[in-house]
Protein backbone atom coordinates (compact mmCIF):
# COMPACT_ATOMS: atom_id res chain seq x y z
CA UNK A 1 0.00 0.00 0.00
CA UNK A 2 2.17 2.78 1.41
CA UNK A 3 5.48 3.23 0.49
CA UNK A 4 8.92 3.94 1.81
CA UNK A 5 9.18 6.35 -1.52
CA UNK A 6 7.61 8.47 0.72
CA UNK A 7 9.31 9.91 3.68
CA UNK A 8 7.73 9.38 7.25
CA UNK A 9 4.96 11.91 7.47
CA UNK A 10 5.93 12.92 11.16
CA UNK A 11 9.86 13.26 10.70
CA UNK A 12 11.21 16.05 11.49
CA UNK A 13 8.89 18.55 13.53
CA UNK A 14 7.36 16.70 16.02
CA UNK A 15 3.27 16.00 15.82
CA UNK A 16 1.29 15.28 18.65
CA UNK A 17 -1.52 13.80 16.19
CA UNK A 18 -0.70 11.63 13.59
CA UNK A 19 -0.78 12.11 10.40
CA UNK A 20 -1.59 8.55 9.57
CA UNK A 21 -3.33 6.22 11.54
CA UNK A 22 -3.86 2.48 10.55
CA UNK A 23 -5.35 -0.04 12.60
CA UNK A 24 -6.49 -3.29 12.88
CA UNK A 25 -9.77 -4.13 13.93
CA UNK A 26 -9.98 -7.06 16.21
CA UNK A 27 -12.09 -8.70 18.28
CA UNK A 28 -15.59 -8.66 17.28
CA UNK A 29 -16.27 -12.71 17.66
CA UNK A 30 -14.79 -12.70 21.46
CA UNK A 31 -16.95 -9.55 21.82
CA UNK A 32 -19.96 -11.14 20.85
CA UNK A 33 -18.91 -14.66 22.31
CA UNK A 34 -18.30 -13.13 25.50
CA UNK A 35 -21.92 -11.11 26.00
CA UNK A 36 -23.60 -14.75 24.50
CA UNK A 37 -24.14 -13.33 21.17
CA UNK A 38 -23.37 -15.00 17.56
CA UNK A 39 -20.33 -13.68 15.96
CA UNK A 40 -22.46 -11.72 13.48
CA UNK A 41 -23.73 -9.51 15.62
CA UNK A 42 -20.07 -8.95 17.18
CA UNK A 43 -19.28 -7.67 13.31
CA UNK A 44 -22.49 -5.37 12.96
CA UNK A 45 -21.04 -3.69 15.93
CA UNK A 46 -18.03 -3.93 14.87
CA UNK A 47 -19.34 -1.53 11.92
CA UNK A 48 -20.91 0.50 14.45
CA UNK A 49 -17.35 1.38 16.15
CA UNK A 50 -15.90 1.84 12.30
CA UNK A 51 -18.60 4.75 11.70
CA UNK A 52 -17.15 6.27 15.62
CA UNK A 53 -13.49 6.22 14.96
CA UNK A 54 -14.10 7.54 10.93
CA UNK A 55 -15.39 10.57 12.58
CA UNK A 56 -13.13 10.49 15.16
CA UNK A 57 -10.30 10.45 13.00
CA UNK A 58 -11.52 13.33 11.16
CA UNK A 59 -12.38 15.71 14.44
CA UNK A 60 -8.86 14.90 15.62
CA UNK A 61 -7.22 16.22 13.00
CA UNK A 62 -5.98 12.34 11.50
CA UNK A 63 -5.72 12.77 7.52
CA UNK A 64 -5.04 9.62 6.51
CA UNK A 65 -6.57 6.38 8.34
CA UNK A 66 -6.05 2.84 6.54
CA UNK A 67 -8.35 -0.50 8.14
CA UNK A 68 -7.67 -3.81 7.95
CA UNK A 69 -11.68 -5.04 7.00
CA UNK A 70 -10.79 -8.38 5.44
CA UNK A 71 -7.47 -10.37 5.37
CA UNK A 72 -6.46 -12.59 2.45
CA UNK A 73 -6.49 -14.72 5.19
CA UNK A 74 -9.90 -14.90 6.26
CA UNK A 75 -10.84 -16.99 3.18
CA UNK A 76 -10.07 -19.58 5.77
CA UNK A 77 -13.59 -18.41 8.07
CA UNK A 78 -16.78 -20.33 7.67
CA UNK A 79 -18.38 -19.79 4.53
CA UNK A 80 -21.51 -18.47 6.52
CA UNK A 81 -19.38 -15.99 8.08
CA UNK A 82 -17.40 -14.95 5.25
CA UNK A 83 -20.85 -14.14 3.70
CA UNK A 84 -21.68 -12.31 6.98
CA UNK A 85 -18.80 -9.68 6.55
CA UNK A 86 -19.46 -8.72 2.81
CA UNK A 87 -22.84 -8.60 3.52
CA UNK A 88 -21.77 -5.92 6.16
CA UNK A 89 -19.55 -4.26 3.29
CA UNK A 90 -22.78 -3.79 0.69
CA UNK A 91 -24.72 -2.52 3.40
CA UNK A 92 -21.87 -0.21 4.91
CA UNK A 93 -21.07 1.28 1.60
CA UNK A 94 -24.73 1.89 0.26
CA UNK A 95 -25.87 3.16 3.41
CA UNK A 96 -22.79 5.28 4.82
CA UNK A 97 -20.95 6.05 0.77
CA UNK A 98 -23.02 9.36 0.93
CA UNK A 99 -22.58 11.13 4.20
CA UNK A 100 -18.86 9.78 3.91
CA UNK A 101 -18.81 11.49 0.22
CA UNK A 102 -20.99 14.86 2.34
CA UNK A 103 -18.53 15.09 5.03
CA UNK A 104 -15.70 15.04 2.31
CA UNK A 105 -14.34 11.63 3.11
CA UNK A 106 -12.15 10.08 0.21
CA UNK A 107 -12.39 6.38 0.17
CA UNK A 108 -9.47 4.04 -1.17
CA UNK A 109 -8.85 0.71 -1.47
CA UNK A 110 -5.65 -1.83 -1.76
CA UNK A 111 -5.85 -5.47 -1.33
CA UNK A 112 -6.61 -8.10 -4.48
CA UNK A 113 -9.87 -7.72 -6.78
CA UNK A 114 -9.39 -10.67 -8.20
CA UNK A 115 -11.98 -13.53 -7.93
CA UNK A 116 -14.26 -11.11 -5.81
CA UNK A 117 -18.19 -11.05 -6.54
CA UNK A 118 -18.70 -8.31 -9.42
CA UNK A 119 -21.27 -6.81 -7.43
CA UNK A 120 -18.89 -5.89 -4.18
CA UNK A 121 -15.91 -5.07 -7.18
CA UNK A 122 -18.43 -2.99 -8.64
CA UNK A 123 -19.58 -1.56 -5.10
CA UNK A 124 -15.30 -0.65 -4.32
CA UNK A 125 -15.35 1.08 -7.92
CA UNK A 126 -17.69 3.24 -7.29
CA UNK A 127 -16.77 4.16 -3.70
CA UNK A 128 -13.47 5.83 -4.89
CA UNK A 129 -14.92 7.59 -8.18
CA UNK A 130 -17.24 9.08 -6.17
CA UNK A 131 -15.03 10.54 -3.84
CA UNK A 132 -11.75 10.98 -5.33
CA UNK A 133 -11.93 14.87 -5.26
CA UNK A 134 -12.63 14.77 -1.50
CA UNK A 135 -9.43 16.05 0.98
CA UNK A 136 -11.14 16.10 4.73
CA UNK A 137 -9.70 12.65 4.87
CA UNK A 138 -8.36 9.63 3.27
CA UNK A 139 -10.36 6.44 4.40
CA UNK A 140 -7.93 3.76 2.73
CA UNK A 141 -10.01 0.05 3.39
CA UNK A 142 -7.52 -2.85 2.83
CA UNK A 143 -10.02 -5.75 1.87
CA UNK A 144 -8.98 -8.79 0.65
CA UNK A 145 -5.20 -7.74 1.63
CA UNK A 146 -1.91 -9.29 2.48
CA UNK A 147 1.07 -7.46 2.94
CA UNK A 148 3.26 -10.55 1.50
CA UNK A 149 1.23 -10.84 -1.81
CA UNK A 150 1.32 -6.81 -1.81
CA UNK A 151 5.06 -7.29 -1.98
CA UNK A 152 5.75 -10.21 -4.04
CA UNK A 153 2.97 -8.03 -6.73
CA UNK A 154 5.91 -5.57 -6.34
CA UNK A 155 8.44 -7.92 -7.07
CA UNK A 156 6.55 -9.60 -9.95
CA UNK A 157 6.43 -6.30 -11.59
CA UNK A 158 10.10 -5.28 -10.99
CA UNK A 159 10.88 -8.80 -12.43
CA UNK A 160 9.02 -8.35 -15.90
CA UNK A 161 10.63 -5.01 -16.45
CA UNK A 162 14.02 -6.42 -16.62
CA UNK A 163 12.97 -9.43 -18.31
CA UNK A 164 11.71 -6.96 -21.17
CA UNK A 165 14.50 -5.28 -20.72
CA UNK A 166 12.69 -2.12 -19.48
CA UNK A 167 14.90 -1.79 -16.32
CA UNK A 168 18.57 -2.11 -15.13
CA UNK A 169 18.58 -4.62 -12.43
CA UNK A 170 20.96 -2.58 -10.22
CA UNK A 171 18.26 0.07 -10.29
CA UNK A 172 16.44 -1.44 -7.89
CA UNK A 173 16.15 -0.61 -4.26
CA UNK A 174 13.59 0.00 -1.55
CA UNK A 175 12.26 3.12 -3.36
CA UNK A 176 11.49 1.38 -6.63
CA UNK A 177 9.75 -1.77 -5.17
CA UNK A 178 7.67 1.03 -3.01
CA UNK A 179 6.76 2.77 -6.15
CA UNK A 180 5.03 -0.61 -7.09
CA UNK A 181 3.18 -1.34 -3.68
CA UNK A 182 -0.62 -0.96 -3.66
CA UNK A 183 -0.88 3.03 -2.94
CA UNK A 184 2.46 4.19 -3.33
CA UNK A 185 1.39 7.94 -2.88
CA UNK A 186 0.24 7.44 0.52
CA UNK A 187 2.21 7.82 3.12
CA UNK A 188 3.64 5.05 5.34
CA UNK A 189 1.31 5.06 9.03
CA UNK A 190 2.57 6.68 11.79
CA UNK A 191 0.86 4.86 14.27
CA UNK A 192 -0.41 1.35 14.18
CA UNK A 193 -3.50 0.27 16.51
CA UNK A 194 -4.54 -3.26 17.11
CA UNK A 195 -7.43 -4.04 19.49
CA UNK A 196 -8.42 -7.21 21.73
CA UNK A 197 -4.86 -7.13 22.78
CA UNK A 198 -3.41 -9.04 20.72
CA UNK A 199 0.15 -8.22 19.31
CA UNK A 200 1.26 -8.64 16.37
CA UNK A 201 0.90 -7.12 12.59
CA UNK A 202 -0.74 -10.70 11.12
CA UNK A 203 0.33 -9.46 7.46
CA UNK A 204 -1.31 -5.79 7.64
CA UNK A 205 1.28 -3.30 6.36
CA UNK A 206 4.40 -4.98 6.90
CA UNK A 207 6.84 -3.04 4.31
CA UNK A 208 5.11 0.10 5.33
CA UNK A 209 5.49 -0.46 9.38
CA UNK A 210 9.21 -0.09 9.33
CA UNK A 211 9.33 2.93 11.61
CA UNK A 212 5.60 3.10 12.72
CA UNK A 213 4.66 3.20 16.56
CA UNK A 214 2.43 0.43 17.40
CA UNK A 215 0.19 0.44 19.97
CA UNK A 216 -2.09 -2.45 21.43
CA UNK A 217 -5.51 -2.24 23.45
CA UNK A 218 -7.22 -4.62 25.11
CA UNK A 219 -10.67 -3.00 24.37
CA UNK A 220 -12.15 -5.44 21.44
CA UNK A 221 -13.38 -3.45 18.44
CA UNK A 222 -16.91 -2.83 19.06
CA UNK A 223 -16.12 -0.76 22.07
CA UNK A 224 -13.28 1.08 20.57
CA UNK A 225 -14.93 4.88 20.52
CA UNK A 226 -12.75 8.55 20.18
CA UNK A 227 -11.89 8.69 23.75
CA UNK A 228 -10.06 5.04 23.31
CA UNK A 229 -8.38 6.75 20.05
CA UNK A 230 -7.60 9.42 21.58
CA UNK A 231 -5.86 7.40 24.35
CA UNK A 232 -3.51 5.88 21.39
CA UNK A 233 -2.81 9.16 20.02
CA UNK A 234 -1.42 9.95 23.46
CA UNK A 235 0.48 7.41 24.05
CA UNK A 236 2.34 7.74 20.02
CA UNK A 237 2.61 11.34 21.20
CA UNK A 238 4.64 9.80 24.00
CA UNK A 239 7.23 8.48 22.27
CA UNK A 240 10.53 9.76 20.16
CA UNK A 241 10.45 9.30 16.90
CA UNK A 242 14.05 8.20 15.66
CA UNK A 243 13.76 6.83 11.93
CA UNK A 244 17.03 4.79 12.68
CA UNK A 245 18.81 7.86 13.83
CA UNK A 246 20.18 9.11 17.60
CA UNK A 247 17.61 10.40 20.01
CA UNK A 248 17.40 14.23 20.41
CA UNK A 249 18.40 14.31 24.20
CA UNK A 250 20.36 11.52 24.78
CA UNK A 251 22.16 10.56 21.95
CA UNK A 252 21.07 7.07 22.43
Not at 55 to 75: D, K, P
Not at 93 to 115: F, K, Q, T, Y
Not at 164 to 180: C, F, M, N, T, V
Not at 219 to 227: G, M, R, T, V
Request: hydrophobic share 40%; net charge negative; charged share 25%.
Amino acid sequence: MMSNAVAPATEGPDRSVPLHVAIIMDGNGRWAASRGLPRAEGHRRGVEALRRVVRAAHELGVQYLTIFSFSSENWSRPATEIGDLFGLLRRFIRNDLASLHRDGVRVRVIGEREGLEPDICTLLNEAEELTKANTKLNLVVAFNYGSRQEIANAAQRLAREVAEGKRDPASIDADALGQYLDAPDIPDPDLIIRTSGEQRLSNFLMWQAAYSELVFVPIHWPDFDKAALESAIAEYARRERRFGGLAAKTGS
